[in-house]
């Protein structure tokens, strides 16, 4: 119903930036919050950096002053420009939508397919 498309992961060496993009498309009739996540091998997924449809923000604490979250809703499209990358940032990060859709007019969420960024000498 509702697909999320990610773009942008790779491979980097510390102190670098990384641009990561995230589609929305399908039976939307509206996004209210979108997101990355990233889990990291032998981690549990958590919560990097998240935005509401009125442009409320919210970080991990980790990447504070190094990533920056932003979205075109017109495109339904969710950016998240990664600065300063530590070797600890490595992990596999994920697009997450809380869409209402055409077809329930409910909150559903949705996840990417996940790409993979890695920060290494």
């Known amino acids: 119903q509702v697909q999320l498309v990610e773009s942008g992961g790779g491979f980097v060496q510390p102190g670098g930036s990384l641009r990561l993009s995230c589609a929305a498309s399908?039976?939307?009739?509206?996004?209210?919050?979108m997101g990355w996540y990233r889990q990291a091998p032998g981690k549990e997924r958590e919560l990097v950096a998240s935005i509401t449809s009125g442009g409320s923000i919210n970080y991990a604490d980790s990447v504070k002053g190094r990533f920056t979250i932003s979205r075109d809703n017109a495109k339904n499209t969710v950016f998240l420009q990664m600065n300063s990358l530590k070797p600890e940032d490595t992990a596999v990060y994920y697009c997450n939508a809380v869409v209402v859709t055409t077809i329930s007019y409910k909150n559903e969420f949705y996840w990417g397919q996940g790409t993979q960024v890695t920060v290494s000498s």
């Open positions: 399908g039976s939307i009739f509206s996004i209210n919050r």
